[in-house]
């Protein structure tokens, strides 16, 4: 009987073992947790990004907090970005050097119409970590998406980054079953919206129809592995995140492959693709 009793006894969440204090202490700690390598995986794409405009440049950054304080870098980064020569960083490397360095590029991107709120050139010289990765994003917006064309029907209209974004998903996934993109953030969680991308460009490279909404992790790493095996993309999301931030950056780098290049449609003619490549790296590339 006594185990009859407990059977019928109801499951008790953890919070019935901890006092209210300790359960909020719990989620507090776990929620700082979730920010932490939210930050991480900003921090990593948006360093791997500047590093491949440096790149032009022979430069790099090793850290995205503490490379970009004395301005040098972020001078250099604007310069590649735009083209244009701004003034000559200051000389010498007291925080006030650095406070100079930094302010010409802001000067720089206020002279641009790029909006600023709420930073300073103090902000970057302190390495604070959220207006950091502030300043890149708002960088990538100005100088990489600012402006695309879509062609809707018979016209050809140049709208905001993310209203061009947005209008070009849906018009790609239009008719795909459970496929309803709405916004950059939740319309992506469960996978479907990326690996419908995927299919109406490479319908050979994965069964979407075998895809279900319940199984959002299979869904995004399918989906980034077919790109990374299909069109040498890379794979910008680690731990199956879909960063707003982070899902622009992919979208707009990925439009001109998925567009414009010639895929082949089966595994012979990628590995003669890639031998093809291999070639042209290491003997037809002409010398730095």
Same mark, same amino acid.
């Given at each position: ?94 925080? #006030?050097?650095?406070? $100079?360095?930094?302010?010409?590029? %802001?000067?720089?991107?206020? *002279? =641009?119409?790029?909006?600023?709120? &709420? ?117 910008? #999301?680690?731990?199956? $995140?879909?960063?707003?931030?982070? %899902?622009?950056?992919?979208? *707009? =780098?990925?439009?001109?492959?998925? &567009? ?29």
């Amino acid at each position: 009987m006594e185990y009859e009793r407990r059977d019928r006894e109801p499951c008790l969440s953890p919070a019935a073992f901890v006092n209210q204090v300790q359960y909020s202490n719990i989620l507090e700690g776990r929620f700082k947790q979730l920010q932490d390598e939210r930050e991480a995986v900003q921090k990593k794409t948006f360093t791997k990004w500047v590093n491949s405009h440096l790149g032009r440049v022979t430069s790099r950054i090793g850290d995205l907090y503490t490379d970009l304080r004395d301005g040098r870098m972020l001078i250099r980064l604007l310069e590649v970005l735009s083209g244009e020569q701004l003034p000559k960083p200051t000389k010498g490397r007291m925080r #006030i050097h650095c406070l $100079e360095n930094v302010d010409k590029a %802001l000067q720089f991107l206020k *002279e =641009q119409k790029v909006h600023l709120e &709420n930073m300073g050139s103090h902000d970057i010289v302190d390495g604070n970590h959220r207006l950091t990765l502030g300043l890149i994003w708002t960088i990538i917006l100005r100088f990489q998406i600012q402006d695309i064309s879509v062609e809707t029907g018979d016209n050809k209209e140049r709208k905001s980054a993310k209203e061009a974004l947005l209008l070009w998903c849906q018009m790609k996934t239009a008719g795909y079953p459970n496929v309803n993109i709405h916004n950059f953030t939740t319309s992506w969680r469960d996978g479907l919206a990326f690996s419908a991308i995927v299919h109406k460009h490479r319908p050979d490279v994965i069964e979407f129809d075998n895809l279900k909404r319940s199984n959002a992790h299979y869904n995004l790493q399918n989906a980034f592995n077919v790109l990374d095996y299909a069109i040498e993309a890379d794979q910008l #999301i680690d731990k199956y $995140e879909s960063l707003a931030s982070e %899902l622009l950056q992919w979208i *707009e =780098q990925t439009i001109g492959t998925l &567009n414009d290049r010639q895929l082949a449609n089966s595994l012979n003619a990628v590995q003669n693709q890639l031998q093809a490549f291999n070639s042209y790296r290491t003997v037809e590339k002409p010398p730095k």
